[in-house]
């Protein structure tokens, strides 16, 4: 049988989970709208023949294709402004209240005080950020795009290729449905999207229960709960962290320690002013 401890942590996971869930899907569903309108743009634009009148329509469906980048362009800043001002403060509400959960604290004690929102700022600026950078990349391709294609199907109406625009290729070269990361491999962005938003949340979360057990608990230790095989600073690091004390200092260092980690910090006040402990001892 589970612990009220036990099952209120696992209840603030399951929320978490359903958050990361819902950004992912809205994320995914703006970055759609490429696609959607890359397969439109291609399909009108293989019908496309030489004749009186076949530059004005390729001009006006280059411009449409450009509208829905416009538009992708405008909602998906939205998206990210809405999960930097309010998805990530619930990801970071409810990494505060499962850590006095755990601690076996009143749950009252989080407050959005000062020292609160001062430690969200800069997790939210960097988040947005980031996917503002990934919005901006994706415009830009979508644009690369749209030349290649405009200049292809020109080709066509000047006779100089009898075949139609090869769309497969187009596709291929301008795959409007990828992530390019920084290692120059493609990634499908809801696989994309599900691995970086889930980072962010968790990294949120954790340094929202490890600011919580300083700023309102006063914990200088905190028990760090983890895979069975996860290292404290990388997931290959041999000194590993779960069942672990460490300090406030080092939580707050490795919140985390790798893409996909489930670490999660309970604070241990209760430790607090007993000697002869060392970081990496067992909790």
């Not at 041999?238 to 406030?248: C, E, F, I, K, V």
């Amino acid at each position: 049988m589970s612990t009220p401890t036990q099952s209120a942590a696992s209840r603030d996971r399951t929320e978490l989970t359903a958050l990361i869930i819902a950004m992912t899907l809205d994320l995914s569903r703006q970055w759609q709208r490429l696609t959607v309108a890359q397969d439109t743009l291609l399909r009108t634009l293989e019908r496309i023949r030489p004749g009186l009148g076949a530059t004005t329509r390729i001009n006006g469906l280059i411009t449409l294709f450009q509208q829905e980048v416009g538009e992708f362009n405008r909602l998906a800043r939205a998206l990210a402004e809405r999960c930097a001002a309010h998805d990530l403060p619930i990801a970071y509400r409810d990494g505060a209240l499962r850590a006095l959960r755990r601690a076996r604290a009143d749950s009252r004690l989080f407050q959005w005080t000062a020292d609160h929102q001062a430690a969200i700022t800069p997790l939210t600026a960097v988040f947005y950020t980031d996917l503002v950078g990934r919005i901006a990349e994706a415009v830009r391709r979508a644009q690369a795009f749209a030349r290649a294609a405009q200049d292809a199907t020109r080709q066509v109406t000047l006779g100089r290729s009898h075949a139609g625009i090869d769309s497969a290729r187009l596709a291929a070269d301008h795959p409007l449905s990828t992530i390019v990361y920084r290692d120059s491999s493609r990634h499908q962005v809801k696989d994309w999207a599900r691995t970086a938003l889930t980072h962010q949340a968790v990294t949120t979360a954790n340094h929202a229960a490890i600011n919580t057990g300083v700023y309102d608990l006063d914990a200088t230790w905190f028990e760090c709960v983890d895979g069975p095989e996860c290292g404290f600073v990388s997931h290959q690091d041999t000194d590993h962290a779960n069942g672990t004390l460490r300090s406030a200092d080092e939580a707050a260092a490795y919140p985390t320690a790798h893409f996909g980690c489930i670490r999660e910090w309970v604070p241990r006040p209760d430790l607090n002013g007993q000697n002869g402990i060392e970081s990496g001892d067992s909790a």
